[in-house]
């Protein structure tokens, strides 16, 4: 398995993670338990959950998965969202006050059955609290040795400057890929200065870019696709196109329109990591693969003519989800 290390922080990763998150029902959870494993198996050691993935029952299953390869993995997982600690009932909003990330944490590491939580990502900025008093709560935790590294998900520069200042972020988690690029107009400039990581969420466009879905295709009500209007049947036939720019790269190179998908994002910075989700084993060998798959100068040249020309139709979220993305 290739490594990567994020940024400046020292923090070793496979080259791809996995984004436990998932979409659609809920999974069985011993099927999600033997798929996390045999990821491991397969040499993925970064693995990516959050207190709000249910909330609460994702960590747990990430906690099971990983109990007996702890010290093989790195777990990263995420506080931020106003959740009641005891109950897990979303009280609306965000919360990253420095009482709360306290609690949180004692709560993620006994899920995670773990002593200490690799990668801490505050999932989104909270406007009502200043995110020197946040990074310095992380800090605390750092100190105490039950985080060993922080990080920030869909941050602002401005936020990720001002956190930095107070703890060094090793990464920064936002969504990136082919249809989804706005981090290149000033987030990763910004990383690079600063020697943050960069860990891609949806970087097969939550499954679009795979070339699996299409303007058929039908979503249950809990699956978060069916809200998004970039999922829209008229705007998924109309995105299409980044399906076939991915497939014609893939048949001269005898590869999925995932793997190409993939591949883009790793020869965009050495210190990219991506983190697909899927629930299926094939799907996991699949995105490993892209590992194999070097892009020529002349394929990035000829992905990002083509990609320039096609504009992205609808929205990435629904307006309400948007609007949390304190920045």
Known sequence: MQKRILGKSGLEVSALGFGCMGYGPPPDRQALIDLIR??????????????????????EIVGEAL????????IATKFGHNIDLQTGQRLGGLNSRPDHIQAATEGMLKRLRTDRIDLLYQHRVDPDVPMEEVAGAVKDLIRAGKVKHFGMSEASVRSIRRAHAVQPLAALQSEYSLWTREPEKDVIPVLEELGIGFVP???LGKGFLTGKIDAATAFVSSD????????EPEARKANHAFVELLRSIGDRRSATPAQIALAWLLAQKPWVVPIPGTRKLERLEENLGALSITLT???LAEIQTAASTINVQGARYPE????????
């Open 38 to 59: 045999a990821a491991v198996e397969r040499g993925v050691t970064f693995f990516d959950t959050a207190e709000s993935y249910g909330p609460f029952a994702n960590e």
């Open 67 to 74: 109990e007996p390869f702890r010290d093989r993995v790195v």
């Open 201 to 203: 969420y949806s970087p």
């Open 224 to 231: 978060l696709r069916s809200q998004i209007p970039r999922f």
């Open 297 to 299: 100068p002349d394929d």
């Open 320 to 327: 309400a989800i948007l609007k949390l993305s304190g920045r």
